[in-house]
């Protein structure tokens, strides 16, 4: 074809908003590509968010006092089921046993061997694994939909005669044992712990990891006596979420796990010392590279009216990564790769955590950043673009969570451990789509404001602690606090 017969086609990737076409030897960029000539892109509103349908469920306790929530959720023929059992103790010991227990508690049964165990789980496809903390002794697993009975009488087998055996429990220990001595060298498992003894003093819920020598010490008969006394029904929560019929589900279970009938209820957590703001303790580590600064408040659960704007207002703040704190200091400053504030719940109630690390060469500079950040977010409310943003980026994410069997069981586990129902999840949307500014600000105000925390800094002392002490509010080893 000649030169001169040549169509020439319309282009079709012109922009339609006035922006200049590029050509081959000019690329517009992320930022151009998000501008006009009369400025930056307008997002679309957020369209009113309805109402998430209830699902088809069973919510009941069973005589037992076990409490199973049933969720059809027939997307693939799987079922995902979570247990939750309180799991709460005084015992300095406790931490020690519980961790060996929950690592070998599918180690063999009056029935099974650890390879039955495992065959019959993957007969079904299906996997089963338990976890704890001070909180509560978990299970989480899944099979096909026709596997369920297979599944749950695995851990009705677990639940009612796990043995222990000796020798699978010294060797689980001795892997405990070595996993335990490499985390507890981790700068951000030292900044934890600091953390915890710092705010809660020797309350139960400080022992999140137990020492290397107390894990070598547990024997089977520890093991089976814990396992008496607190792997208990009542004040327990069972979840089943997938293809299932919710009523059939909790015949099922009742069926399967009429046999785990043990005397007694479920240990709850004790409430937590009330947080109040306080001066930062500086924790030594020396010849740190890095610094790690934890900084906390008290907060409100998920069942207090102002918990809404709360959420929003610390999404805003620090809470993903579009967010002021994220924006100070990592993207201008270049302090930190990662900066966050989130909230922890507890049965009573919840507490903020904001945390970064950072070069100790800027520990000092990283703290007074965070520090204005907090009072900003108190004093300078969200703008109407950040509690927008902020509002997409909650409610997008709790539907995220649902939409997988996965996510919505644990999701519900979850709930359930503070005593609510699927009924608030399907409800939040709403909730933070009615937040309006002025709520948003006073919550930021109400709870961010820097007095209210407290927190550590780990961190050579040798080379930050004269800078710190010039900022002021925090305790130095062998030194006092700069007010």
Not at 30 to 55: F, K, W
Not at 167 to 172: G, I, K, L, M, S
Not at 278 to 295: I, T, W
Request: aromatic share 4%.
């Amino acid at each position: 074809m000649s030169a001169e017969s040549t169509v020439q086609l319309p282009d079709r990737s012109a922009p339609s908003d006035g922006a200049s076409p590029p050509t081959t030897a000019t690329r517009r960029s992320a930022a151009e590509i998000g501008r006009t000539p009369t400025g930056p892109r307008e997002l679309p509103p957020l369209r009113p968010q309805p109402e998430v349908p209830a699902p088809e469920e069973v919510d009941t306790v069973l005589s037992s006092g076990l409490r199973v929530i049933a969720v059809r959720r027939p997307a693939v023929p799987m079922v995902e089921v979570r247990l939750r059992i309180p799991f709460s103790d005084s015992d300095p010991r406790h931490t020690a046993v519980a961790e060996v227990l929950a690592s070998t508690a599918l180690s063999g049964t009056s029935r099974r061997s650890r390879v039955s165990l495992d065959d019959d789980l993957a007969g079904v496809g299906g996997e089963l694994g338990f976890s704890v903390d001070p909180e509560r002794l978990a299970a989480a697993g899944h099979a096909l939909a026709e596997g369920l009975p297979t599944l749950l009488d695995v851990v009705a087998d677990v639940l009612t005669s796990a043995t222990y055996p000796a020798d699978e429990v010294e060797r689980e220990r001795e892997r405990l044992a070595e996993r335990i001595q490499v985390a507890a060298a981790q700068p951000s498992v030292i900044a934890r712990r600091a953390l915890q003894r710092h705010r809660y003093g020797d309350h139960p819920v400080t022992r999140e990891m137990p020492e290397v020598d107390e894990v070598l010490g547990v024997g089977t008969e520890e093991l089976l006596a814990l396992h008496r006394r607190m792997v208990v029904p009542s004040g327990s929560v069972l979840v089943l979420v997938g293809d299932l019929d919710p009523e059939a589900a909790v015949a099922a279970v009742q069926a399967a796990l009429a046999a785990w009938d043990s005397p007694g209820e479920a240990a709850v957590l004790p409430p937590l010392p009330e947080l109040h703001g306080s001066e930062l303790l500086l924790v030594d580590r020396p010849g740190a590279v890095q610094s790690q600064l934890r900084l906390s408040a008290a907060a409100i659960p998920r069942t207090d009216r102002r918990y809404p704007a709360l959420q929003l207002a610390n999404l805003a703040f620090g809470g993903y990564f579009s967010s002021r704190l994220v924006e100070n200091l990592r993207e201008d400053k270049g302090y930190t790769y990662h900066a966050s504030s989130s909230l922890e719940f507890d049965p009573y109630g919840a507490a903020l955590l904001v945390e970064t690390d950072c070069a100790s060469e800027v520990t000092a500079a990283a703290l007074l950043e965070m520090r204005y950040e907090l009072g900003r977010a108190a004093v300078v409310p969200p703008s109407a673009t950040e509690l927008e943003s902020a509002r997409r980026y909650a409610i997008g994410s709790l539907l995220i969570s649902m939409t997988t069997q996965a996510g919505l069981a644990s999701t519900l586990a979850g709930l359930a451990g503070v005593g609510l129902s699927s009924a608030w999840v399907r409800e939040h949307p709403q909730r933070l789509e009615a937040v309006t500014a002025e709520e948003a600000a006073a919550a930021a105000a109400e709870f961010l404001a820097p007095a209210r925390f407290t927190g550590v800094v780990v961190a050579d002392a040798a080379t930050t602690a004269a800078s710190l002490t010039a900022l002021g509010g925090i305790r130095v080893p062998g030194g006092s606090s700069k007010a």
